[in-house]
């Protein structure tokens, strides 16, 4: 059971006090409209106490751009380094300096649907929950094999995360004393991990929904999907447990039931299981070869200059 220094996990928890933690590495403009579409945000308990943004190591506008172009209300806090040291330490940071009751941690390149983080901070005040996360949903620049694949594996993510629970950029959670390990490749289920060590249940909201735009390249594809094989290879030997978006039964039945319900075709499923074969040999090469990177370089295409999400009033077209 929680212990009782933690703070409770009830429906009857009042005046919730959030602080938003936002990583961001040279993200420049496309903070300004998810920062704006957070102060505009009204939450029918509580209130947005602080947006915090830690943008250490960057080199492009992003902290100028936070001096003179967000609200004052709710504040926007910049953390910076001075160095970049990777997105663990960002998060601890993050973390340390929250100084709200409940946090989201929400990446840079998240696009909101209207209702997304009030929904999973009502799931978060269930009695026994930590940890809470929306359904993601990808987003893409184009229509081709890549795009697809991209759509078959979020499908299968969906239906794994219903039958047991993994949050991931979106990540509503209790204040706890938190420290992620420092090299960690996998943050999202470190954190969900160390929160589940703290006594904690995780919930995952299905009805809440925010997009990402994925790999429109089969390039960027396998290079983002051999980061994630190379993360899990990471996660499964720090914490000598298997995420459940790599356990193989529990994959299995969300592949069995994406083809029944139609999610998903033969032929979507075909491409992926060749892809990520094709993605498991080069990350074991890789994990023999090399050690991960304190921070990857951006997979070019997952970063569109139009940031645009069906449903919600955030979009920005940068120049």
Not at 38 to 64: K, W
Not at 228 to 242: D, E, G, L, S
């Amino acid at each position: 059971m929680p212990s009782s220094q933690f703070p409770s996990s009830s429906a009857s928890t009042p005046g919730l006090r959030v602080s938003i933690c936002i990583p961001a590495y040279n993200e420049g403009e496309r903070l300004l409209p998810l920062i704006h579409r957070l102060q505009s945000m009204s939450l029918p308990e509580g209130r947005i106490l602080e947006i915090l943004v830690d943008v250490s190591g960057s080199t492009d506008d992003s902290r100028e751009l936070l001096s003179k172009r967000v609200d004052p209300a709710p504040p926007v806090r910049v953390l910076d380094s001075g160095v970049r040291d990777g997105l663990v330490p960002a998060l601890n940071r993050l973390i340390a300096a929250a100084q709200g009751n409940i946090l989201v941690r929400i990446d840079a390149d998240v696009l909101l649907e209207d209702g997304a983080i009030p929904l999973c901070l009502a799931a978060v005040q269930e009695r026994g929950v930590g940890i809470a996360g929306p359904r993601v949903v990808p987003l893409s620049t184009r229509e081709n094999w890549a795009a697809r694949i991209v759509r078959t594996l979020y499908s299968i993510h969906d239906l794994i995360s219903r039958e047991a629970p993994k949050t991931t950029v979106v990540q509503v959670f209790l204040k706890l004393p938190l420290s992620l390990p420092v090299d960690s490749v996998m943050e999202d289920a470190a954190l969900q991990h160390e929160i589940a060590a703290s006594g904690y249940s995780a919930r995952y909201v299905p009805e809440a929904v925010v997009h990402i735009y994925g790999p429109s390249t089969l390039h960027d594809l396998v290079a983002q999907r051999v980061r994630t094989i190379r993360a899990i290879q990471w996660f499964t030997r720090h914490y000598h447990t298997v995420p459940s978006t790599a356990s193989p039964g529990v994959v299995l039945r969300a592949m069995k039931r994406a083809l029944r319900e139609g999610q998903i075709g033969w032929a979507d499923l075909g491409a992926f299981a060749g892809i990520e074969a094709l993605c498991r040999g080069l990350a074991l090469f890789y994990r023999m070869s090399t050690k991960p990177p304190v921070g990857w370089t951006p997979v070019e295409s997952t970063k569109p200059r139009t940031l645009s999400s069906p449903g919600s009033s955030q979009g920005e077209t940068r120049p």
